[in-house]
């Protein structure tokens, strides 16, 4: 049974969106709770006043971002109040050993480490979150969040397993393998390796029912320019994978006026490599915009709501702060 997402009157009163939201799984993208826009243009206009600036909205939740700790912890409190009080109004408000107990985050380090959310885990909870780019887990009841500010948050759920998993997709986590580690851990095939992985599928195992995946807010091919170096790193990865670089490139990178640049389409290479895996990518409908092609969900650096590292590098500001993806296994 698919659930109605939030309207878009109430997801201006509300900092996240539903992206999906089904008897198994729960899926929120968080934003800044304002328009990051609307907010710089209230604040000083001198290049040296807009430097010591900080774009972090009303609902930033990263601690590392030079932000009072005290009221981003506060907000990822509300953020679990949040969402149980979404689910107590869509499902039965007596059922309620559905409530969420706990969001798992992590220190996210750019690498292909993934973690595994089990009982043992659950007791022994750190206020030091592990170093990695991905979670998974079997556990009802625990909220995975990926933050970003311009890179791939991914979400995944096997149908097969009843797992979930939540992965920070840079550009290098692309390029090392993070989406087939947690791919690995996922599906119970610790024994797989990139070299058996075939464009044609030939040695994937059968699935009763395809895996899903979501991507949320991330920035666009239109407002990503990388060095030609990172492209070469990104195509290697995909070679390591078993995917034809040849065949990759024109689908996510576009020339650039500089012969030594391009514009990557981050997202689209997220898409390519899930697919190559047999997970299909579930196409969300964007709240400003239906028709907005393309697997994320919006634009971080193009949509003022989100936050974008790149935007503020290129505005000047201080620092930003940091929205979230999160995933649910529900009770059933």
């Known amino acids: 049974m698919m659930f109605n997402p939030i309207t878009p009157s109430s997801s201006q009163k509300k900092p996240f969106q539903v992206l999906a939201h089904t008897d198994e799984i729960l899926i929120i993208q968080t934003n800044a709770g304002v328009d990051l826009a609307t907010a710089a243009d209230k604040q000083p206009a001198t290049e040296k006043q807009k430097a010591k600036l900080n774009s972090y909205g009303r609902f930033n939740l990263g601690l590392h971002v030079n932000d009072d700790p005290a009221q981003v912890l506060h907000n990822r409190a509300q953020l679990l109040q949040l969402i149980n009080g979404y689910l107590a109004e869509q499902t039965d408000q007596q059922k309620t050993d559905s409530a969420v107990e706990a969001i798992y985050w992590l220190s996210q380090i750019h690498s292909n480490q993934v973690i595994r959310i089990e009982d043992e885990y659950l007791d022994n909870l750190s206020l030091t979150p592990p170093a990695a780019d991905a979670l998974v887990t079997a556990q009802s009841c625990q909220a995975l969040a990926i933050m970003t500010a311009d890179c791939v948050p991914i979400v995944i759920y096997d149908p097969n397993?009843?797992?979930?998993?939540?992965?920070?997709?840079?550009?290098?986590?692309?390029?090392?393998?993070?989406?087939?580690?947690?791919?690995?851990?996922?599906?119970?095939?610790?024994?797989?390796?990139?070299?058996?992985?075939?464009?044609?599928?030939?040695?994937?195992?059968?699935?009763?029912?395809?895996?899903?995946?979501?991507?949320?807010?991330?920035?666009?091919?239109?407002?990503?320019?990388?060095?030609?170096?990172?492209?070469?790193?990104?195509?290697?990865?995909?070679?390591?994978?078993?995917?034809?670089?040849?065949?990759?490139?024109?689908?996510?990178?576009?020339?650039?006026?500089?012969?030594?640049?391009?514009?990557?389409?981050?997202?689209?290479?997220?898409?390519?490599?899930?697919?190559?895996?047999?997970?299909?990518?579930?196409?969300?409908?964007?709240?400003?915009?239906?028709?907005?092609?393309?697997?994320?969900?919006?634009?971080?650096y193009e949509d003022s709501s989100y936050y974008s590292y790149r935007r503020k590098t290129h505005l000047g500001e201080g620092n930003t702060g940091r929205m979230a993806l999160l995933v649910v296994k529900l009770k059933t």
């Open 161 to 300: 397993t009843q797992q979930v998993a939540a992965i920070h997709a840079g550009w290098q986590g692309l390029a090392n393998g993070v989406i087939f580690e947690a791919y690995k851990e996922l599906t119970n095939l610790t024994s797989l390796t990139p070299n058996s992985v075939s464009v044609n599928l030939e040695v994937k195992p059968i699935q009763a029912w395809p895996l899903q995946a979501w991507i949320g807010a991330c920035i666009s091919q239109a407002c990503y320019e990388v060095s030609g170096d990172v492209v070469d790193k990104l195509l290697l990865g995909c070679e390591k994978m078993g995917m034809e670089a040849e065949q990759i490139r024109p689908q996510i990178v576009a020339a650039h006026e500089d012969a030594n640049k391009a514009w990557l389409d981050l997202p689209k290479l997220a898409q390519l490599q899930l697919e190559q895996l047999g997970i299909a990518v579930e196409q969300p409908t964007t709240l400003s915009d239906e028709s907005k092609a393309g697997p994320a969900l919006a634009c971080s």
